[in-house]
């Protein structure tokens, strides 16, 4: 600091009222600044002579860490990558390459940093080790200072580890690394990791662990998704489908895509979104209803579809959204519509049976956050009808109405009495009143006031819903004419069944809810990748 | 006609010209009128006495045939319902039971009638002969009445035929009718099902058949796809979804279901869907390029979706619809784009071969009616860089520019010229000119003005599109404000990247694209079931 700034100072500078200060104060400001001056000269002094002393004795490290430029896939140069899940005896003492997340690192004492690396639900603990020759103080000082979440890249030679490491799922190994690189550093967090894979009962009010709120994780999906949790469960929901298909390609089912744009409603007018489409009005299909019928028509005889449905329903539940996955199949019968129902109720335990077989390791991953009571289920899926549910909810001391539907509460109910007296999750409810179905639904012509529709429970909660459809154009009509519809605005799906129909049975499953139920996560958000509701659009 | 209804007959006819007639042209009229009411007698008598011959002789087929009540599931015989197909040495001489259509009847002298009976591409010759036990006059009279296309169940003996039947697919076996009910009967068909499966090589000024109309096709799909043709061609669709599947799920990828209806317009604003949602305006996804990016940030590695794509595009050609099933995938990379762009080109041979080992019957069945060329393609897929295919087009003596995009005649060209140089109908073009590329594709590093971006060409026209993408945030908005973007617009999409991004390349497939280059079909609304463009939004 010189004269003349202290000059300039003086003009400057002014007490806390806002007065230039007396030249007393001033001079102490002065002496004060002048204390600070020296104290920095003597600071820069000594980390100009650390400088020199690391000139003197070059970081022998410094090609084996730091950013790399971002991968614009500069070149091929052969390298194996390894994945953790491969780490085995054929590496030990060996020397590896793997690209992965740093989930969390902690250093211990000067000379030693924990870096423990993911890739997916897969861990495995690594160490750098300051030494003479390949890892320095700066190296060290580098890695420790990588964000957590970030992508590095890693050079390591694989250890037997003395003992178990509880904490990873590579247990007998570790990772002793050579060099280290980041390929994509992360931004702070909105949350860690840590608190968003942490398991329910351990956030208590004694532990002090809050809860991160579901439409934070929602906010972060991208984040909320690494967990190991979310990782298992959108695996599981794949092994569904897997199965689904599977089950049915077996059994002569073709895939078929029908189309999402309609120039009419599937389902009749209500909660239906409606889209501007060139000069004409058309609307998102609420079901692939129609279509799937007319495939029968078509002589398809077996098919189902995996596709988005739309309902534009302005409510918000724990199980229902606006767009979800629907797994939709129609198959013609030769005489009675329990070849589908049987069929759909062995397709249920092959999807079962297959979540059991393929995510032992996901469902000890996802109880291990949100424990749940194991899904149980029958080899023969129960099949009650209509009037028995009644009689067992009677039993139980509720008043029921013969021929009106269930309400949530009661079906939960009715989920526990089965549950009780049958020892299973998963039953189907056939018969149905007539009066509590779409007009398409064909009646029961030994039981008036009912009809061959039924529904499919898990854990007390529908997830299916079909029926043996009116394959005769005139009953069709007739059908929809009671039921006030205006059969004007359903004339192509009338007119299918004019050229000989098969007789059929269906139904529509809603993904998200199978993977709901199964796991009794609670909330259909948690099992959608990313939910759509009235009040939710992105991301 | 009584003489009261005479005096009548005078008050009420006139003459041509509006006048009462003359008492002379009274008389005249009245006398024609008698000779009439004589002949009438003479048809009733002897009506009456046919009906009392067969009162005498009684129709002792009666219970064998008629129309059946609506099927509603009445009971549950334990009939085995036979399937045409699986006829068999077993069955010879024996009574089986099978529903199916009547494709065609053919009666032939006054005893006897053939009829072709199909179950989706199958077809058996069957056979009603009047005889003195089960089959009468009356029931080969009801048999001969059954309208093409209406379903029947029938009962049959199985025998075997001396000669080979060559119209049908059971060419060893014919069916002795015991028993013929009717289903569902068919209106008279729009088209016949014989107009609608000629060969198109069988049309032509000489034969006299004269095509039926795509569109006259497509609004009557329901019965068009009835066809042995669209039934094969639509089994070979499900079966690209098949092999594209299980080439990804056995390489870890996961499949995923992402949502249709965005806040944000997912490629920018052009040819985008808007949807009124709730109080709020979303978009429909022009593709999962955002969510299954967002994906690869979530560190799912690899993930593929199969589902519906909406493109406002109001334009009708060959090859573009509103609507379309987009196989999409996205994969994560250690070093190199490459490492996807050859496991997408492995993909395609997998799903070719597919189609060749699962399908030789239905490409027979295809080949029939629409004959095509074989689909050639390379057990390695061959890659050319973009600069290679210029120098190809301008060998041929075209003008193109370095950096200019091709249009849909360049493509052909080109594909063509590959063509007689490689023998291949499937090949790469790698390294598109950045300037012609969404704003997320990542630039080539060593040859500027490139990117690493590539298109696939099936018969000369694209059928996928994709590249490494942009997974450097800051980069992504720098970029995205070079195009002019709104980056406030696509904010959640930039973000994603901010918490370690992993370098990662995909791409989108039109499936039906791939199925009707394949078949070489002309016409993509041929390789969908229900097709949407500007125009059509039924059925």
Not at 31 to 56: F, G, I, M, N, S
Not at 244 to 263: V, Y
Request: glycine fraction near 6%.
């Amino acid at each position: 600091m010189t004269e003349q700034t202290t000059e300039k100072l003086s003009e400057l500078v002014l007490d806390a009222e806002g007065k230039p200060l007396t030249k007393n104060a001033l001079k102490k400001l002065q002496k004060e600044r002048e204390k600070e001056e020296r104290k920095r000269q003597v600071a820069e002094r000594l980390e100009q002579e650390r400088l020199a002393r690391e000139a003197a004795s070059p970081d022998y490290s410094a090609d084996f860490y730091g950013k790399l430029p971002m991968n614009q896939s500069h070149a091929k140069t052969g390298t194996v990558f390894v994945a953790i899940k491969d780490i085995g005896e054929e590496h030990v003492d060996k020397a590896i390459t793997l690209n992965a997340r740093v989930q969390v690192s902690r250093p211990t004492g000067a000379k030693m940093l924990f870096i423990t690396l993911r890739q997916r639900t897969e861990t495995v603990q690594s160490i750098l080790v300051v030494d003479e020759a390949t890892v320095s103080k700066q190296m060290l000082k580098f890695a420790t200072g990588i964000s957590a979440e970030s992508l590095v890249k890693v050079e390591a030679v694989v250890t037997k580890s003395p003992e178990l490491i509880k904490s990873c799922t590579v247990q007998n190994y570790e990772l002793k690394i050579t060099k280290i690189y980041v390929i994509s550093s992360a931004d702070r967090l909105p949350f860690t990791m840590e608190d968003a894979s942490r398991p329910i009962a351990q956030i208590t009010e004694e532990s002090g662990f809050s809860p991160i709120h579901l439409d934070t994780r929602l906010n972060n999906r991208v984040i909320d998704l690494r967990t190991i949790t979310n990782q298992a469960i959108f695996r599981i929901q794949a092994t569904i489908t897997k199965h689904f298909r599977n089950f049915l390609d077996a059994r002569g089912f073709t895939e078929i895509h029908t189309p999402k744009i309609n120039g009419g409603a599937s389902e009749g007018g209500a909660n239906v979104f409606e889209v501007p489409y060139f000069k004409e009005k058309a609307f998102l299909a609420q079901s692939p209803q129609l279509h799937k019928q007319m495939m029968i028509c078509a002589d398809f005889d077996r098919v189902y579809e995996i596709a988005p449905v739309f309902r534009a329903e302005n409510s918000l539940t724990h199980r229902h959204m606006t767009e979800f996955t629907g797994l939709d199949l129609e198959m013609a019968f030769n005489e009675h519509y329990h070849e589908v129902l049987y069929m759909l109720g062995e397709m249920f335990v092959a999807i079962f049976d297959g979540i059991k077989k393929d995510c032992a390791n996901e469902l000890e991953i996802v109880n291990r956050q949100y424990p749940f009571p194991e899904f149980k289920y029958l080899p023969k899926t129960l099949i009650l009808e209509f009037p028995e549910a009644i009689q067992l909810l009677r039993d139980a001391g509720l008043t029921v109405d013969d021929h009106e539907d269930f309400n949530t509460a009661t079906e939960k109910k009715l989920g526990e009495l089965v549950k009780e007296k049958y020892n299973t999750d998963f039953f189907i409810l056939d018969k149905f009143p007539l009066s509590v179905r779409p007009f398409y639904t064909m009646p029961d012509p030994n039981k008036p006031g009912y009809s061959n529709s039924y529904d499919f429970f898990m854990r007390g909660e529908e997830i299916l819903s079909g029926a043996q459809r009116i394959h005769d154009a005139e009953y069709l009509t007739q059908r929809a004419t009671e039921f006030g519809i205006d059969v004007g605005t359903i004339k192509p799906y009338i007119d299918a069944f004019k050229y000989g129909a098969s007789p059929h049975a269906g139904g529509g499953v809603g993904l998200e809810r199978v993977l709901m139920f199964y796991l009794n996560l609670g909330n259909i958000r948690k099992s959608t990748l990313f939910p759509r509701d009235p009040k939710r659009l992105a991301p």
